[in-house]
Structures are given as structure tokens and as C-alpha cells.
């Protein structure tokens, strides 16, 4: 069984990652959220929220707004990986430019 089938609908029933890592048997918080990457990868719907306590649950029937909600978090955090990712590279050429001078 997978994580998704432990998880409630509704943000007012969100799981926290401390109480799925136990239900679901993963030896680390971590091991819970690769896990939950792969289940939603393959097309389930886990939406999370981080306002604590935080946790992971399903979207409640015909709540629009909380699933686009989600698809603005993970939209906007793509956004910022692309920033941080050019910083980066702008940082390795400038230093690999500085090795030739």
C-alpha cells in the first residue's frame, strides 16, 4: 500500500510526514517523500501543505482552489530551482574564466 491510500481528503486532514512515515513503515521522513515524489510521478494527486503542523492529504471533492493552490507552489518553486540553477552556472563560468586569465 502506498502513501496515497493512507491519505484523507481535505487540508483540515492533512497527515503529517512524522505520522506517514510511521503508518507507512519508512525508516526516515525522507524515505516518506521520495516515495511520495514516485506516487505523485505516476500520476496521484498528494497535495501538502506547510503551514505547521504541515502535512500531505488528498484535494476534498470539487476543491478547485486548493489543487490550484498546489499547482501555484510547485510552479513557483520551479521558477526559483531555475534561478538558483543559473545563479549557479553563471558563478562556475565566471570562476572557470577566472582559471584562464
Do not use: W
Not at 493512507?6 to 486532514?13: A, I, Q, R, S, V
Not at 496521484?44 to 486548493?66: F, H, R, W
Amino acid at each position: 500500500m502506498g502513501v496515497y491510500e493512507n491519505l484523507l481528503p481535505g487540508k483540515e486532514n492533512a497527515l503529517t510526514p512524522e505520522y506517514l512515515t510511521v503508518k507507512c513503515h519508512f525508516s526516515s521522513v525522507r524515505m516518506l517523500q521520495k516515495q511520495i515524489e514516485a506516487e505523485r510521478k505516476a500520476g496521484k494527486v498528494i497535495l501538502s501543505n506547510t503551514t505547521p503542523p504541515g502535512g500531505y492529504y488528498l484535494p476534498a471533492a470539487g476543491d478547485t482552489m486548493e489543487i490550484r493552490k498546489f499547482i501555484r507552489t510547485l510552479k513557483n518553486r520551479g521558477e526559483n530551482t531555475l534561478r538558483i540553477l543559473e545563479s549557479a552556472r553563471s558563478l562556475l563560468e565566471e570562476l572557470e574564466s577566472d582559471e584562464f586569465e
